[in-house]
Nanobody, 123 residues
Framework: QVQLVESGGGLVQPGGSLRLSCADS????????IGWFRQAPGKEREGISS????????YYADSVKGRFTISRDNAKNTVYLQMNSLKPEDTAVYYC????????????????WGKGTLVTVSS
């Protein structure tokens, strides 16, 4: 029933902005903590942000803190990742993931994954 779909990836210049979306047609995402991960070619997967379903608290990895913002629009059953001041090193496939327990945070443990959307930051 959980079918996470990411959208919003594409090509952007350094210093630019992009907004990623994570939506689901089978479940109500407000009951899940939602996190974003990314993986660049030849590099390890990195958890970059999450938002709790319990209290709405957010987490950001040091690599994106101050530049990225995670948010929810429950009316649209969608979670967003606003990415500003993008750098070439942000280039990666970005994945949305859902945790039923709802805690999120740095120990976010996904139960479900989307298929990813590619973000390329280049001039």
């Amino acid at each position: 029933q959980v079918q996470l779909v990411e959208s919003g990836g594409g090509l952007v210049q350094p210093g630019g902005s992009l907004r990623l979306s994570c939506a689901d047609s089978g479940v109500t995402l407000e009951y899940f903590a939602i996190g974003w991960f990314r993986q660049a070619p030849g590099k390890e997967r990195e958890g970059i942000s999450s938002i709790s379903s319990i209290d709405g608290s957010t987490y950001y990895a040091d690599s994106v803190k101050g530049r990225f913002t995670i948010s929810r629009d429950n009316a649209k059953n969608t979670v967003y990742l606003q990415m500003n001041s993008l750098k070439p090193e942000d280039t990666a496939v970005y994945y949305c993931a859902a945790e039923l327990a709802g805690f999120g945070g740095p120990d976010f443990a996904p139960d479900y994954w989307g298929k990813g959307t590619l973000v390329t930051v280049s001039s």
